[in-house]
């Protein structure tokens, strides 16, 4: 089973500032075949499912604002909000799919 | 617009089984899979399975395997998981998700129902 570690497990960010998640994986993620990151971001709000950001590690979801972004391959990854607004206040997950499916363990986001 | 729409929250005792419901509308049902995830308080999200909502095909995690069942009815839309032999580690919520690709399978997840409370206590 592929194992995913994120971090920090919380961090506070005042408004307008950067926030940055990591998330590392205990095997690589990134196929051969196609050159593709299995792995995706979500956001999940408090009492509220959680909700799709990024995929292929970097291709934004429909609607997803441009301040967030995904970077990182192999077994390290990054999800970055370049300008943190009030809205973005959430945990956010990294989950692979390169075997069956495995979470992060969260890392909430708070306002400083 | 795409929804799912799961059932209410429910209190078993130790030992019962849950049946959770999910049912979806807005797109073409068969043409997806849908995955079931849980979620136990302060615990990370955890994949459960997932079921073909066309072919009826399922795979489950070796995690649940023996222990639950997916089923689905396309004249109602609506996809099922049941978890027998409950008992206090299965306090959690459960959500069921679409899975965004038709095919292949992708396991990245785009639609989420709202969640359904299991709680298992004596």
């Known amino acids: 089973d592929i194992v995913m570690t994120q971090s920090p497990d919380s961090l506070a960010v005042s408004l307008g500032e950067r926030a940055t998640i990591n998330c590392k994986s205990s095997?690589?993620?990134?196929?051969?075949?196609?050159?593709?990151?299995?792995l995706a971001w979500y956001q999940q709000k408090q009492g509220q499912p959680p909700k799709l950001l990024i995929y292929?590690?970097?291709t934004r979801e429909s609607g997803v604002p441009n301040r967030i972004s995904g970077s990182g391959s192999g077994t390290d990854f990054t999800l970055t909000i370049s300008s943190l607004q009030a809205e973005d206040v959430a945990v956010y997950y990294c989950q692979q799919y390169y075997h069956l499916p495995s979470f992060g363990g969260g890392t909430k986001v708070e306002i400083k | 617009q795409v929804q799912l729409v799961q059932s209410g929250a429910e209190v078993k005792k130790p030992g019962a089984s849950v049946k959770v419901s999910c049912k979806a509308s807005?797109?073409?049902?068969?043409?997806?899979?849908i995955h079931w995830v849980r979620q136990a308080p302060g615990q990370r999200l955890e994949w459960m399975g997932w079921i073909n909502a066309g072919n009826g095909n399922i795979k489950y995690s070796k995690k649940f395997q023996g222990r639950v069942t997916f089923t689905r009815d396309t004249s109602a839309s609506t996809v099922y998981m049941d978890l027998s032999s409950l008992r206090s580690e299965d306090t959690a919520v459960y959500y069921c998700?679409?899975?965004?690709?038709?095919?292949?399978?992708?396991?990245?997840?785009?639609?989420w129902g709202q969640g359904t409370l299991v709680t298992v206590s004596s």
């Open positions: 095997q690589s993620v990134l196929h051969s075949a196609n050159n593709k990151n299995y």
């Open positions: 292929w590690a970097s």
């Open positions: 807005g797109y073409t049902f068969a043409n997806y899979v």
């Open positions: 998700a679409r899975d965004k690709e038709r095919q292949p399978l992708m396991y990245y997840l785009d639609y």
